[in-house]
């Protein structure tokens, strides 16, 4: 237990800008063209090193309230993620928060003045769940639904392959279930917020495993994953049940 609190505390996760001008034009077009080829439409917009001061700090924020109230979490940021790039708005559809399987340990989130520490907090759970469920899908398919087949998602104006539907669900799981912890025992300016969240993410948790029960043709991971999601989900009971 030790050894796992001092790796805990030793683990710096880099927070900097996705800023063209600081970083090599190899690792700039490399990240540009992988996500490209992982979602067509959405772009990245960059940032400037010099004026991510205050949400740098804001992101180190959330950080430790993640390691206070939701240590789990916390551990998993601390295993997977390396470097949080901070970006931009542009023209048309944007990056909000992402990861791809090809960019191991990195996750973008959009920087902004208007994002609070629990925008902060469910996008960081958010692509940390992701990174977890990218393990298991790299060993077995999960879904064994066509990857052309589309579905309708709650969360989304574009169908999706069930594979994503499925990632959608897991992660939607994992967020209700750090927002239920910061519910039960935060208590300070953003208790509303939080509690709204928690509301929000419960009802597309609900929406896309209707979707997933429906139309989902797993695998026995899958089946097994499943079970557990929706064991998992038993301990989170919304704000509308407190």
């Known amino acids: 237990m030790s050894?796992?609190?001092e790796m805990l505390n030793e683990h710096t996760i880099n927070i900097t800008a996705l800023d063209y001008r600081t970083q090599s034009e190899f690792d700039i077009n490399?990240?540009?063209?992988?996500?490209?080829e992982d979602d067509k439409g959405v772009k990245v917009g960059f940032q400037k090193?010099?004026?991510?001061?205050?949400e740098k700090e804001k992101i180190n924020d959330a950080l430790n309230l993640l390691k206070e109230f939701d240590i789990e979490s916390y551990r998993e940021c601390c295993e997977f993620i390396d470097t949080i790039y901070l970006t931009g708005s542009t023209k048309g559809y944007y990056i909000r928060s992402g990861c791809n399987f090809n960019l191991w340990g990195l996750i973008f989130l959009y920087s902004n003045e208007e994002n609070t520490l629990p925008y902060y907090i469910?996008?960081?759970?958010?692509e940390c769940a992701h990174h977890?469920?990218?393990?298991?899908n790299a060993d077995d398919y999960i879904v064994k639904n066509d990857p052309e087949?589309?579905?309708r998602a709650p969360f989304r104006k574009d169908?999706?392959?069930?594979?994503?539907i499925f990632h959608a669900l897991f992660v939607l799981c994992r967020i209700s279930q750090s927002l239920q912890k910061f519910v039960d025992c935060y208590d300070g300016e953003y208790s509303k917020e939080f509690a709204e969240r928690l509301d929000i993410s419960m009802s597309k948790y609900n929406d896309t495993l209707n979707i997933v029960e429906r139309h989902a043709r797993l695998t026995p991971v899958?089946?097994?994953?499943?079970d557990d999601i929706k064991m998992a989900i038993l301990g989170v009971r919304g704000n509308n049940d407190k």
């Open 30 to 36: 490399m990240i540009l063209q992988i996500l490209n």
């Open 222 to 226: 899958g089946e097994k994953l499943l």
């Open 132 to 136: 977890t469920l990218n393990i298991i």
């Open 122 to 126: 469910e996008h960081i759970v958010h």
């Open 3 to 5: 050894e796992s609190c």
């Open 149 to 151: 087949e589309r579905f």
């Open 159 to 164: 169908a999706r392959p069930m594979i994503g």
């Open 49 to 54: 090193d010099e004026d991510i001061s205050v």
